[in-house]
């Protein structure tokens, strides 16, 4: 059977830098307090109203298209990871079919947060491999910073956050060694409530969001820090060591990990948990924050800017996120 490779990636974020000090303009907080508890010291912001995430998904796109030798006519299919959709619906994956010019080309959204990018991932890796669709644009880009409460309220949430996008064209592997080696993914909704938005919800009657819902604050994430921060430094070694064992590889083989982006000293558990070398962990969370789906494809990106996604090198990744839903990756390239 085929097997299938990441081909290209790229990555956007927007030009609008927001500091901690920024955000303790508008909220009890100190850049003291964010850096120690999460390494985070900035965060982009869209620019203006009417930015959406399959806006940030274009130039992404076309990077990750170009990386790959590619043009964007090739493209057959789009999977697009977000939480953050323009729209209730339809999807943004069908947005960003109509910005990229690719008319009939088939659009599905992945709602799994943290995980999307992997989730969507092992779509196109399963696609590819059966030849039903040949080069799978895999997107994920989000837009929170018009979905968080910059106020007291909302601050253990609104800190964590920034938009950003990133994309990766999938598609036969071009070589014997080259491809997606491996991938597991988990969920359990037994933390559906530790980090979720309660609104607009479908089961909420008879109307999906109300004045009194929006006076509580429902339509912004609410979230057990502790708890997330408890499962994902468990779940992540784990899901690390299982994919690493199904490709036949050690720790030991991996010469870059490029874990989800959520907090600093999560990752750094989980590297040294499974004592993978701080020089071959891949960290942007200080200049993006957390942006969720795009953390992965954001991190590749810039990995492959600076070189190091040369030929037969071999890429762990691994990310944790709301649902609870958690997955992992061995990747060569
Ligand atoms: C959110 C997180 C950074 C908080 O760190 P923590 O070590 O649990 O927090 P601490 O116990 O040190 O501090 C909590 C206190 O800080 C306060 N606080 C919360 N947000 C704050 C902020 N932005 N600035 C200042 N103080 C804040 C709280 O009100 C609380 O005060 P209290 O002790 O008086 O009640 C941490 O739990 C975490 O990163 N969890 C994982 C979150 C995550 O990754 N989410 C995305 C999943 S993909």
Known sequence: MLRSAILGVGHYVPTKVVTN?????????????????TGIKERRFIEADGIGASDLAVPAAKMAVERAGRSLGDVDMIIFATLSPDVFFPGSGCLLGQKLGLPGVPALDVRNQCSGFLYSLSIADAWVRTGAYKNVLVVGAEVHSTGIELNARGRDVAVLFGDGAGAALVGPSPGETRGVLSMALHADGVGAKDLWIKAPASMSSPHRITAEMLERGEQYPQMNGKQVFRWATEKMPEVAREVLAAAELTVGDVDLFVPHQANMRINQMVAQKLGIPADRVVHNIERYGNTTAATIPIGLSEAW????LGEGKVVLSAAFGSGYTWGGAVIRF
């Open 21 to 37: 000090d920024d955000l303790s303009k508008l909220m009890p907080t100190s850049d003291e307090w964010i850096q120690q508890r």
């Open 305 to 308: 800017a600076e070189g190091k």
